[in-house]
């Protein structure tokens, strides 16, 4: 049984880095194909994937933000962590980790198990 | 950057109707297209990918089309269970972008 869970702050200050932590079981990060991606939701709006972290360490970002971005992978936790440099109040949303669909090619990302979701407010 | 435009972005129906979503992409994705269901203070749960393939589990009564860049969603028999916001994916080689959803409410 697949789960993943999402952890960090609730409230951060502008320009603050951002650390979030997903928590998985069920699942390796050392079986080839898997790979876990953070994806966002601001309030009311559209969903936004931000980053994917795959199994031989490859990483992919969004273009739009992978100057803030950075993804990790602790094999021995079974976690996966994203910070999120010089946050906005345009970042606030709820934050997902998600697992990828692993019967498809690397470059074919969607997600078949998503976590609770935490959400993140930027505010002075 | 590939925009995926959803139509419409509420749908008022009854239980029983016929619900027909489209989701049109802006340039060629060939069938890399997935369709999320999401209730309100919850994740989204896939409903199908490479644009007509079910998810394990999820009924029948979802089902899932495309034709060149049109897309397209239907639930055959709305069940209460069904009242949500629905949304489309690209996954194209190594980008994904969401559609901004559409709401099937109570009519």
């Known amino acids: 049984q697949i789960t993943l869970k999402e952890s960090g702050p609730t409230l951060v200050k502008p320009t603050q880095t951002l650390t979030l932590t997903c928590a998985f079981s069920?699942?390796?990060?050392?079986?080839?194909?898997?790979?876990v991606a953070w994806i966002r939701q601001p309030p009311g709006k559209a969903l936004e994937c931000l980053a994917l972290?795959?199994?031989?360490?490859?990483?992919r970002y969004s273009p739009s933000l992978k100057s803030r971005l950075t993804i990790t992978k602790d094999i021995s936790k079974n976690q996966v962590v994203l910070t999120m440099t010089n946050m906005d109040p345009v970042d606030t949303a709820t934050y997902y980790c998600?697992?990828?669909?692993?019967?498809?090619?690397?470059?074919?990302?969607?997600?078949?198990?998503w976590g609770q979701g935490t959400l993140v407010t930027v505010s002075s | 950057d590939i925009q995926l435009t959803q139509s419409p972005s509420t749908l008022s129906a009854s239980v029983g109707d016929r619900v027909t979503i489209t989701c049109r992409a802006s340039?060629?994705?060939?069938?890399?297209l997935a369709w999320y269901q999401q209730k309100p203070g919850k994740a989204p749960k896939l409903l199908i990918y490479?644009?007509?393939t079910l998810q394990s589990g999820v009924p029948s009564r979802f089902s899932g089309s495309a034709s060149g860049t049109e897309f397209t969603l239907t639930i055959s028999s709305l069940q209460p269970d069904d009242f949500a916001t629905y949304s489309c994916?690209?996954?194209?080689?190594?980008?994904?972008?969401f559609g901004q959803g559409t709401k099937v409410e109570v009519k």
């Open positions: 998600a697992h990828r669909r692993v019967d498809s090619g690397d470059a074919y990302n969607s997600f078949d198990y």
């Open positions: 069920g699942f390796s990060l050392t079986t080839p194909a898997v790979g």
């Open positions: 972290i795959y199994w031989n360490d490859d990483k």
């Open positions: 340039q060629y994705i060939s069938t890399w």
């Open positions: 490479d644009a007509s």
């Open positions: 994916q690209q996954y194209t080689s190594y980008t994904w972008t």
